[in-house]
């Protein structure tokens, strides 16, 4: 059954420190079979994760729009646990093409988008709602004032956005006010450039859900030639390099929650020990 994590809060909502980034298992040429992302969905659900972090757009194929959505789903309803205590956060705005990926942050669109991914997760309020990428074309307040919309009508309970700068935070927090709980952005050891959005988060009350927390490090091991510091503190604490990374990124401020990719049940069950990992000063200062 479920274990318990250490919590941060969304919103209302108190979810564990450490979520799950499910988008590695959709990704064209890199995905594990169904079965292998079911047991690794189930995998995280036991160990205590409550916060899966999914998209429309999560898909091998243009043809195949909410795989991931419906894979997260899939695993939900096969779990023993308590689903109700779990919060599924997806996105709209991002749109696959034959070519490749695209964007539409027009309202309409963004409204067909949300009703879609209520059928794909088969609910009929979407527990967290976040714009995924801004359109250049688009007004941001346009785009941001669908959310509005959205909440307002019940279809969405909380809306977040994601790769947002600081101007774009504050415009969405006056436009959505407490409708607004997060703000998802890239941030890792190798992609520091969102600690003003880390910052206005924190002066916000907002989450901030780094996306690509790990940076890619797990495979290539860049993170080691990079910054030798995270290695060499991992091998002191009998850990992985990975574990680190988490720890020094929820050291960061409290309000990051961050969501880790995974495909295979040991790479969440590695990060969510990230969650009792506790570095010291010391350890921090050298992590910069």
């Known amino acids: 059954?479920?274990?318990?994590?250490?919590?941060?809060?969304?919103?209302?909502?108190?979810?564990?420190?450490?979520?799950?980034?499910?988008?590695?298992?959709?990704?064209?040429?890199?995905?594990?079979?169904?079965?292998?992302?079911?047991?690794?969905?189930?995998?995280?659900?036991?160990?205590?994760?409550?916060?899966?972090?999914?998209?429309?757009?999560?898909?091998?194929?243009?043809?195949?729009?909410?795989?991931?959505?419906?894979?997260?789903?899939?695993?939900?309803?096969?779990?023993?646990?308590?689903?109700?205590?779990?919060?599924?956060?997806?996105?709209?705005?991002?749109?696959?093409?034959?070519?490749?990926?695209?964007?539409?942050g027009s309202p309409s669109y963004l409204k067909e988008a949300c009703d879609r991914s209520l059928k794909a997760?088969?609910?009929?309020?979407?527990?967290?709602?976040?714009?995924?990428?801004?359109?250049?074309?688009?007004?941001?307040?346009?785009?941001?004032?669908?959310?509005?919309?959205?909440?307002?009508?019940?279809?969405?309970?909380?809306?977040?956005?994601?790769?947002?700068?600081?101007?774009?935070?504050?415009?969405?927090?006056?436009?959505?006010?407490?409708?607004?709980?997060?703000?998802?952005?890239?941030?890792s050891p190798r992609f520091r450039s969102s600690e003003p959005e880390i910052d206005v988060c924190a002066e916000l009350g907002l989450a901030f859900l780094p996306w690509s927390p790990l940076g890619g490090i797990g495979r290539t091991g860049e993170l080691r030639e990079r910054n030798a510091a995270f290695t060499e503190i991992a091998a002191a604490h009998g850990v992985s390099p990975q574990q680190v990374c988490l720890a020094w990124e929820l050291a960061r401020s409290p309000v990051v929650i961050p969501i880790p990719g995974a495909s295979r049940p040991e790479t969440i069950l590695d990060s969510v020990a990230a969650a009792t990992l506790e570095l010291s000063e010391e350890e921090l200062a050298r992590l910069g």
Do not use: C
């Open 121 to 187: 997760l088969g609910v009929d309020s979407i527990g967290l709602y976040q714009h995924h990428r801004p359109d250049p074309k688009v007004p941001y307040a346009e785009t941001i004032g669908a959310l509005k919309e959205l909440h307002d009508a019940g279809k969405i309970q909380r809306a977040g956005i994601s790769n947002a700068n600081p101007e774009q935070i504050r415009l969405a927090h006056d436009i959505l006010g407490d409708r607004l709980v997060s703000v998802q952005n890239e941030y």
């Open 1 to 104: 059954m479920h274990n318990a994590m250490p919590t941060r809060a969304i919103g209302n909502l108190q979810v564990g420190v450490i979520g799950l980034g499910a988008m590695p298992m959709s990704v064209a040429g890199h995905m594990p079979d169904e079965a292998q992302s079911i047991r690794t969905l189930l995998a995280a659900l036991d160990a205590g994760v409550t916060l899966f972090d999914t998209a429309d757009a999560y898909t091998p194929s243009h043809e195949d729009v909410g795989h991931n959505e419906r894979l997260v789903a899939r695993a939900l309803s096969m779990w023993g646990g308590d689903a109700g205590a779990v919060l599924v956060a997806t996105k709209g705005g991002h749109t696959r093409t034959p070519g490749g990926w695209d964007v539409d």
